[in-house]
């Protein structure tokens, strides 16, 4: 489960006159939106997909094996990496009930067609179609993955995706059985369902924007140089690839960077890779940040379409907070940590400039030993999904040990 995402705002065109009212309106709805703390715990979503994933595994047994083998071989479960169900428009009543709501950007192939999200909680999408009969189970589940190309060479799969290699949404159909359909899906900087064609000259806009990032300059004399050089090489990325792809393209190098570099991450990412499946099961990604370049931080992640959510305190005595920012396309969440002096839990820090502290809190020693998150130091961690019992016990075997759990919540572990 989590907290709200960033909602999708809708840009419409506001007349001279009204500019001032409106834009204290936009204001006020964006203070409201960020201020929100509600973290809802919505069991009977919750329920309902976990019943609708056991009911689609009884009748298709490529599913069931690989659910299996996610569980056994990665201490990962179905739900986990699960994008979307199609269910029949019978089901929308009581879906509305359960609080989903129309997905303003599931664009989908037939026009008949509705996507429902949960904006609440991590949950797969929902795809009601008029032209599938009402049963116990969906019509069909659609897992998502890093690369179709690995999955498919992993499982050993005779399929030709629909979509061209490096376009924003890919798909296969793996199996077809008792009225059930297993479809593989993966995503570029895009959230609806419609396969479509690269642009002229953009896979090597691609291969370039991927190049220019993963051999960035990441150590630097003054970091406030750091910023300025790396700042202008965002902007190229962006203009070469468009705001949503970009953001695709640097949070999947970052992770690729922050993988070189820890041993546990290495070992997980190689039983995901087993199954063809990489780093799609992540949660959220986790930055620390100066005092100093915190609003420097956040000028780069507007830049790549993140808006923000909800800000959090660790506490008096633990000294820091964090920003949280969800890019609501590419679906990537970034936790931004930065130390706190006590009279500043209340200001808006992530567009306030810190003032320079007389010590070294959790964040800023950390930042101290390693460096910026966003230049030399990489993230601090990435946080996946898991059984997170049954994944401490597989590490275990593979000689990684874990800390204990920060939280005694089974829903926060």
């Given at each position: 489960?989590?907290?709200?995402?960033?909602?999708?705002?809708?840009?419409?065109?506001?007349?001279?006159?009204?500019?001032?009212q409106q834009g204290a309106q936009t204001a006020?709805?964006?203070?409201?939106?960020?201020?929100?703390?509600?973290?809802?715990?919505?069991?009977?979503?919750?329920?309902f997909v976990l019943k609708q994933i056991e009911a689609f595994l009884t009748g298709n047994s490529f599913a069931a094996k690989l659910s299996k083998r996610m569980r056994d071989e990665t201490g990962t479960l179905l739900i986990d990496w699960v994008d979307y169900l199609v269910r029949s428009e019978d089901?929308?009543?009581a879906l509305r009930n359960m609080g989903f709501s129309d997905d303003p950007l599931g664009l989908t192939l037939v026009r008949t067609q509705k996507t429902l999200w949960h904006p609440e909680v991590m949950l797969p999408r929902v795809i009601l179609d008029p032209a599938v009969r009402s049963a116990a189970h969906p019509h069909a589940l659609a897992i998502r993955v890093d690369n179709l190309a690995d999955f498919i060479a992993a499982q050993g799969i005779a399929a030709e995706p629909e979509g061209e290699p490096l376009s924003r949404f890919r798909r296969i159909i793996v199996s077809v059985e008792n009225d059930t359909r297993f479809e593989v899906i993966e995503r570029r900087g895009y959230r609806g369902c419609v396969p479509g064609n690269t642009q002229p000259?953009?896979?090597?806009?691609?291969?370039?924007?991927r190049e220019l990032w993963k051999t960035r300059q990441r150590i630097f004399n003054d970091d406030t140089e750091g910023f300025r050089q790396t700042q202008a090489l965002l902007d190229h990325v962006i203009a070469l690839l468009g705001r949503d792809l970009a953001c695709h393209v640097v949070f999947s190098e970052e992770r690729a960077y922050w993988e070189r570099r820890n041993r546990a991450a290495q070992i997980q990412k190689r039983r995901q890779d087993k199954l063809g499946l990489g780093?799609?099961?992540?949660?959220?990604?986790?930055?620390?940040?100066?005092?100093?370049?915190?609003?420097?931080?956040?000028?780069?992640?507007?830049?790549?379409?993140?808006?923000?959510?909800?800000?959090?305190?660790?506490?008096?005595?633990?000294?820091?907070?964090?920003?949280?920012?969800e890019q609501p396309v590419e679906g990537i969440v970034a936790?931004?940590?930065?130390d706190l002096e006590p009279d500043e839990t209340e200001i808006d820090f992530s567009r306030q400039a810190l003032m320079p502290s007389k010590r070294l809190g959790t964040i800023g020693l950390?930042?101290?030993?390693?460096?910026?998150?966003?230049?030399?130091?990489?993230?601090?961690?990435?946080?996946?999904?898991?059984?997170?019992?049954?994944?401490?016990?597989?590490?275990?075997g593979e000689?990684?040990?874990?800390?204990k759990p920060f939280s005694d919540f089974p829903f926060l572990k």
């Open positions: 489960m989590k907290s709200p995402p960033a909602r999708i705002l809708e840009e419409r065109f506001i007349p001279p006159t009204d500019d001032l006020q709805a964006t203070i409201t939106r960020e201020k929100r703390f509600d973290w809802p715990l919505r069991y009977d979503a919750e329920n089901e929308e009543e000259g953009q896979v090597e806009s691609i291969h370039q924007a780093w799609a099961n992540h949660d959220h990604h986790t930055l620390r940040c100066s005092r100093t370049h915190f609003i420097d931080l956040m000028r780069a992640l507007e830049k790549l379409g993140f808006e923000r959510r909800e800000r959090y305190y660790a506490g008096g005595q633990a000294g820091w907070g964090a920003q949280i920012l936790f931004c940590d930065v950390w930042v101290g030993l390693h460096g910026e998150s966003f230049l030399d130091a990489g993230m601090h961690h990435l946080e996946c999904r898991f059984d997170h019992d049954l994944l401490r016990e597989q590490l275990a000689g990684v040990v874990t800390m």
